[in-house]
């Protein structure tokens, strides 16, 4: 089975071994079999210094038709084992999302019931529960009922636009967030407001991982990172949005929290597909020791 794995090279541009191909923008995504096939590309690697070769050992983050996903449940598992992961996270939208979250409390239990017996099904691999929860109130309640918490391997959490409001207030708040961002304007009282609401929300509930921070409302992603190290609370590094991320990942460095890649995949082909993480990764400098779901490859110095 081909495992993938990314090659890391520092120089990016073309690779000077006698094969002159273009590398792109310095990561190719490989399986270890052509890896090994392309024995021009890896002495590249091994001549170029600093170069890293990463390896996948979980997405946490995958949307299926329970949300607006294409793919099933079992769909993403399939795609994950020929990923070679360890796990994958099921993570629909929050009930709370007017259009594309997942239908009630009903569904999320039928999810729960799928994935229990898809364990038994592929014993090989850990799938886990989640959700993509959506703040929905200025004290940061979010919109997954209280009663299935504990019934969840992992909590995500999100700004997302277009979720229905758990109060009168809250509902002027999310409106000023739709405009503000239609208008490209951000005053600083609105940012307060959602700082506090997103910080409010990591101390208040068991999240494992903040989705795509300062991407869909603006937040001051130096504070987030704060109470996220505090609680050990995870920044994602989504794989859905390249550069965008760029500046809350180096805001957030600083703080000292710790991140988790994933591939926020809405197909199944998509799932562990981190090539965008990993740029982001060696375009900032992350330590890899900060990443909590990725491992050196040491297969190649076995081969040796
Ligand atoms: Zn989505
Ligand atoms: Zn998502």
Redesign the pocket.
């Known amino acids: 089975m081909g495992v993938k794995t990314y090659l890391f090279l520092p120089d990016g541009g073309w690779c000077r071994r006698q094969c002159k191909q273009k590398i792109g923008e310095g990561i190719l995504p490989f399986t270890f079999s052509r890896l090994q096939k392309n024995a021009c590309h890896v002495a590249h690697y091994k001549q170029a210094r600093g170069g890293w070769r990463l390896r996948i050992t979980a997405d946490y ?1 995958t ?1 299926t038709v329970y949300s607006h996903g294409k793919g099933s449940i079992e769909d993403n598992v399939k795609a994950a084992l020929k990923r070679g992961l360890k796990a994958v996270g099921i ?1 629909d ?1 929050g009930p709370g999302h007017l259009f594309i979250g997942v239908r009630g409390e009903g569904a999320l239990r039928r999810m729960q019931e799928e994935i229990r017996a898809l364990r038994y099904k592929y014993p090989q691999i850990g799938i886990l529960f989640g959700v ?1 929860a959506n703040i929905v109130d200025l004290d940061g309640k979010i919109d997954v009922p209280e009663n299935l918490l504990p019934a969840l391997d992992i909590l995500l959490l999100g700004y997302h636009k277009l979720v229905r409001p758990a109060s009168v207030r809250a509902f002027f708040w999310l409106a000023a967030n739709l405009f503000c961002g239609w208008l490209k304007f951000h005053p600083a009282w609105l940012r307060r407001l959602n700082t506090a609401a997103i910080c409010t929300a990591v101390r208040r509930y068991p999240v494992t991982a903040v ?1 795509h921070p300062g991407l869909q409302v603006d937040i001051d992603t130096g504070k987030l990172a704060a109470v996220c190290r505090e609680r050990g609370t995870l920044l994602e590094i989504n794989s859905s949005y390249g550069e965008k991320l760029d500046e809350y990942v180096r805001t957030a460095l600083p703080h000292g929290v710790f991140f988790l890649c994933s591939s ?1 995949a809405h197909t199944p082909e998509r799932v562990g597909d981190f090539a965008a993480s990993f740029a982001l990764v060696r375009r900032l400098q992350v330590p890899r020791g900060r990443i909590v779901n990725l491992q050196e490859d040491d297969r190649e110095k076995q081969q040796e």
Do not use: N
Request: charged letters at 30%.
């Open positions: 983050h949307h993570c939208h993509e989705t926020d």
